[in-house]
Every structure is written in C-alpha cells, then in structure tokens.
C-alpha cells in the first residue's frame, strides 16, 4: 500500500513552498491522524491551525505546525486523490463501455474505477456494489456528499442482471440509509430499451422522488454502443422515434415533479434532443445544472452563452467548427451567428465517428484518427477549432494522439475550446494580433 498522499505540485509562493515542501515528499498525517485520502487532508486543512507529518525524499521525516487564515489553501496538488489507489469496479455490466473498447489503447483507459471517494471529491458516478460497512459508517459519520449514483433501476433482480453482480440488488436498501442520513444524492439511470425503460424507468423515477430532497436530481442517459461489441450481450440503441416517445413522457411527469417538489427534479441527458431533433428546455429547466458533468443542460448552456456574445470585430476572416454528429445542429447555430456578421466565414466540419462506429454520435469521443480520416490530409482554411473535450487532462486523445501529434499530420492551425465565449476570445485575439488575414 502506497503510504500517504504524494505530492505532485507546489504553487509558486504559496504556504506549502514557503515550508520547503516538494514534488515527491508524501504527507503522512495531519492533526497527528493518517491521511488516507485527500478527503482526510482537505478536512484537515480547513481550520487555522494544522500540524503535518511529512515523509521527504531522502527518507527523512519532518513535522510542521502551520497557522494560516481559515479555508486558506497550503498550494499543494498530488498524484492521486487515494492513498491504497483506486477501487475497481466490481460489476460486469451489460452495456459497460469499457468493455466495447479495442485492444491497443492506452491502459488507463481500461481501468473501470468504482470509488466513492472520488464521487465525493470529483463528481464520479458509482455503483455502491463495493462499499463496505466501514464505509457506509465514515460516509454517514464524516457525512460525505454529495454522492453520485448510477442506480439504473431500483428493481433487485432488474438490476443483478443488468450489472451481472448480486450485491447490485441491495440499492434500495443503500439509497434509503444514505438518505435517512441526509446524504445528497444525485442519480444516474443509463437506459437500455426493452430493460429498464417504460413502465420500469416510471416506477424507478417515482420511487427516487419518494426519497427527494435527499436524492436531489435523477438523470437519464442512453445507453452507448460500440461497434465493438463481438461475443457480449444484445443491446439496443436508442432511435429518433424512440427518443422523441421518451421526451414526450418526461415533459409530463417533470412538470408533475416542478408542481410537487418546485424543481424538474427528473432530467434527460443532451444526446435524446439531440436524437429526436427537439430543441433543448430552457435554463430554469435543469436548476442550476446539477447533472453538468453527465451530458444534461451543456445545449443550454451553450446556446444562453452564444445569445451573451458581444459583436465581434468588423475585420472577420475564416474559420472551421469541428464536432460530432450530435452538437452539429448546436454547432452549425454558433457558425450561423458568426457568419451574421461582415467579414467572417465560419464553416462547420461535422466528423462521423468512424472509429466507435455510428451509435456514438458524441463529440468528445471522436478520435485522432476520425478526424484524419475525415479530412484526408485536406485542412481547412484558417484557424480549426477542435472540441476540448476529445483530450484528456493529460492532453492525449483516446487513441492516445497528442495535440501536437494531430496537428503536424493534419497539417491546420488547431484551437481548442469548449465555449463560445473561447472560441470568441479566441478569434478576437487572431484580429488584435494582426492575423486575420490567415486562411483568406
């Protein structure tokens, strides 16, 4: 077992760098208590006073007692949020997408993670199958929330099945002590057809609300299929008359939801919309964006963003929008604004995904190689503006393509951006610089 948190980095000028703290020591205790994950460090840290035990690199072991203003940061990052690693999943779901991925990929991106810990710390949807009693106590003690939850249904066997695991049939059992609680909860229910949509996902939806406001929001999402699916299971994937029946239902039972509990409390991810070509519910509709991370409200946001923008310059120049098939008509929206105005041109480069095949329509999962099959060696004019969310926080792509790697083969001028507003800071910038004459 790895024993304490190492560190990674050090912010220049902060508390930790003034006491001599380094990338490589290990923090081993605070407050004279073993650190056992960043949980334990960020509780620790949040008083005036703290004392750290310290464990350097050359093998010595240092004990620092530090005062400083309450809630101030000690500037201190670390390898992992964990001090044992992270907990695997022990499920075997039918729709896993780890398991409907090639060989050849990067390793990490076969590591199934199932860790509670970073539900509390990084939003992680979690399944609950391997907690253990110990840590249903230190959640319930510590009260750690909120908690992010893929439920799927509330139905045992349903569920067993689903996640081929038997302790996945104990989640109403589970939901109901965390809520008893006063845990926060924010559900998941990854829909499969014929499963555990229809009457099934009606009663999980309803039985979920019984226990609001503890179960804060339940988010549908479809269920992702590869083509990589050889020797697992049948699934069906969602169809645009499919989606269009589902957002039909949820329309009535959130307004049910928004009369009883003053919240939709109920929401669909993104991809439904997008699938059954209706427009996405307005702002209010998702209060305050509970499920972000997930898919649900990113149109919305995106969109109010695009309606904030200030004019840009009246010197324009070409540009090149690159997405999947599911943001294209979100995408092509934001082009339209831009080509509303004298001198620019934006052109949108909507790129099947080749390399998970049709199903995955999402941006953020086109590949390296989709986009060099796409272009085929033919850049565009001007500056290409790629999806931020195709790379990883270590800048790799999920065929492991760097940035700079993608960018020599395809031979354009690559951006990345995430938002209007970046993309818009971005191009003003190109004019303020004396660039716009780029791809003109």
Not at 204 to 232: D, M, Q, Y
Not at 243 to 253: G, S, T
Request: aromatic share 8%; charged share 20%.
């Amino acid at each position: 077992m790895v024993q304490g948190l190492e560190v990674a980095a050090v912010a220049p000028g902060s508390i930790a760098a003034e006491l001599g703290i380094e990338p490589g020591d290990r923090v081993l205790r605070a407050d004279g208590r073993p650190v056992r994950d960043l949980i334990d460090f960020t509780y620790a840290c949040a008083g005036e006073a703290l004392e750290l035990t310290i464990a350097k690199k050359d093998g010595s072991v240092e004990i620092l007692e530090i005062e400083k203003d309450w809630e101030e940061e000690l500037g201190l990052s670390f390898v992992q949020a964990t001090c044992d690693g992270i907990r695997r999943c022990q499920n075997h779901c039918l729709f896993c997408f780890v398991d409907q991925m090639p060989r050849g990929l990067r390793p990490s991106l076969y590591v199934k993670d199932d860790d509670w810990r970073l539900s509390v710390l990084q939003g992680n949807f979690i399944t609950l199958t391997n907690l253990s009693p110990a840590d249903f106590e230190r959640i319930i003690k510590e009260h750690l929330s909120p908690l992010y939850v893929s439920v799927h249904t509330l139905d045992g066997p349903l569920r067993r099945r689903l996640m081929r695991n038997p302790k996945a049939a104990r989640i109403r059992e589970q939901l109901e002590t965390l809520a008893a609680a006063g845990i926060e909860l924010h559900c998941q229910l990854v829909l499969c057809p014929g499963l555990n949509d229809g009457a099934e996902l009606q009663r999980t939806v309803n039985e979920l609300a019984r226990l609001w406001p503890a179960v804060a929001s339940v988010a549908a999402v479809p269920v992702g299929l590869t083509r990589f699916r050889a020797g697992l299971p049948a699934l069906s994937a969602y169809t645009p008359e499919m989606a269009r029946a589902l957002i039909d239902w949820a329309q009535k039972v959130q307004a049910g939801f928004r009369s009883s509990l003053g919240i939709t409390f109920f929401y669909l991810a993104d991809e439904f919309y997008a699938l059954a070509g209706v427009d996405v519910p307005p702002a209010h509709h998702y209060d305050g964006y509970p499920q972000l991370e997930n898919g649900v409200g990113l149109v919305r946001r995106f969109l109010d963003e695009l309606a904030d923008l200030p004019e840009p310059p009246s010197r324009g120049f070409s540009f090149t929008l690159v997405t999947g098939t599911a943001a294209a008509p979100t995408i092509k929206k934001l082009a339209a604004w831009w080509n509303s105005w004298p001198g620019w041109h934006a052109e949108v480069q909507v790129v099947p995904n080749s390399f998970w095949g049709p199903s995955v329509r999402v941006a953020g999962l086109l590949t390296a190689h989709d986009l060099l099959a796409h272009f085929h060696g033919h850049c565009p004019k001007g500056p290409v503006f790629l999806p931020r969310a195709m790379f990883s926080s270590e800048g790799l792509t999920l065929d492991d393509w760097t940035f700079d790697q993608l960018r020599k083969s395809l031979g354009c001028e690559l951006k990345l951006a995430a938002s209007p507003k970046e993309i818009w800071a971005e191009l003003v910038s190109l004019v303020a610089g004396g660039e716009q004459q780029r791809g003109q």
